[in-house]
């Protein structure tokens, strides 16, 4: 199974995330594109998210991640778009002449979930079945 753990969780919280720069403006083109990559990345790691696969077009960003269920998509995103911005234009100071200076990114966002196969769910199922008896087994062996 490919879930990830916290303490009591077993999870596999994926999604496919689009955002686009502010009015849809063509700005991602070479030295900039690999710069806002390394800084998105670097704000996956900071939160514990990992980025699965990115793609930064001229005029969108597309990425594939899993967030832990701590993390709400929208709170990630607000934290990666605010940081992001503040991180790119002190790379770029030009850019600032976009968006008034003050905004990177547009309002909105697309975001789908990526799912389980059935497969999956039967074998979580299944381990968690047999986990239960094992339990019990070992709480009645005590009595």
């Known amino acids: 199974m490919g879930a990830k753990s916290l303490s009591h969780t077993r999870w596999d919280c994926s999604y496919h995330i689009i955002f686009i720069p502010k009015y849809r403006r063509k700005i991602f083109f070479k030295k900039i594109r690999k710069d806002v990559g390394e800084v998105l990345r670097s704000l996956c790691e900071y939160k514990n998210v990992e980025l699965v696969k990115e793609s930064i ?5 597309h990425m594939y991640v899993k967030i832990p269920p701590k993390i709400s998509v929208s709170q990630f995103m607000g934290y990666l778009k605010g940081k992001s911005a503040l991180m790119v234009f002190d790379r770029f ?29 039967r074998e979580y199922i299944q381990q ?11 709480d009645r062996d005590k009595k």
């Open 93 to 121: 100071p030009e850019l600032r002449r976009y968006g008034n200076g003050r905004h990177l990114w547009a309002k909105g966002y697309y975001v789908s979930t990526v799912g389980l196969n059935k497969d999956v769910i």
């Open 57 to 61: 077009s001229a005029d969108h960003v």
């Open 128 to 138: 968690q079945e047999e986990a239960d008896m094992i339990e019990d087994r070992i």
